[in-house]
């Protein structure tokens, strides 16, 4: 037989479970997660203008943004962001007929250099990292958050020192 004690016992757990649940929805950042929207996309004809022109308002992740520990990934990822941001900037100050393979090297080092950074720690890299060649590049361009590369409503970057260590090969293009 069942006690009415145990009966309401139920009754209160299946509805604080109920309460504290967020039928239907999904929070962005469930696990109280840095938000570093990842992978960048590839540059291309169609986004290379919102890659010049609107990179001020895209987010740079400094060291401030993330918590002092368990988020190495997610600063990882903001640190290739801000890498790549930085060698675009570069890029579009260049030579007009070769910004866009300027940018598409800048895009493929800084995510070599993820992924260089991924492979040297003990946690489990990034899912792309571990192809190579064009499979790799195909991965990290696949669903993408921002392939438009359009800028965040009433963003303004601050101020972040240039990115050292990007070659850029015209003859490459």
Not at 57 to 73: D, E
Not at 77 to 95: H, K, P, T, V, Y
Not at 133 to 142: L, P, V, Y
Request: hydrophobic share 35%.
């Amino acid at each position: 037989m069942i006690s009415i004690v145990g009966l309401s016992g139920f009754w209160i757990l299946a509805l604080l479970t109920l309460h504290g649940a967020d039928v239907g929805e999904t929070k962005k950042n469930s696990l109280n997660e840095p938000d570093v929207p990842f992978p960048p996309a590839f540059p291309t004809v169609e986004n290379l203008a919102a890659v010049c022109l609107q990179g001020q308002g895209r987010p740079r992740y400094l060291s401030s943004f993330f918590p002092n520990s368990g988020v190495s990934h997610f600063r990882r990822r903001g640190n290739a962001i801000n890498r790549m941001e930085s060698w675009f900037s570069l890029c579009c100050r260049g030579q007009e007929d070769q910004i866009l393979c300027c940018t598409q090297q800048a895009w493929k080092q800084a995510l070599t250099q993820f992924c260089t950074e991924e492979s040297s720690t003990m946690t489990v890299a990034y899912v792309c990292c571990a192809d190579t060649g064009e499979a790799r590049w195909t991965c990290f361009n696949s669903e993408l958050p921002n392939p438009n590369y359009d800028p965040t409503p009433g963003y303004t970057a601050p101020p972040v020192p240039e990115e050292a260590g990007f070659t850029f090969d015209a003859n490459a293009c």
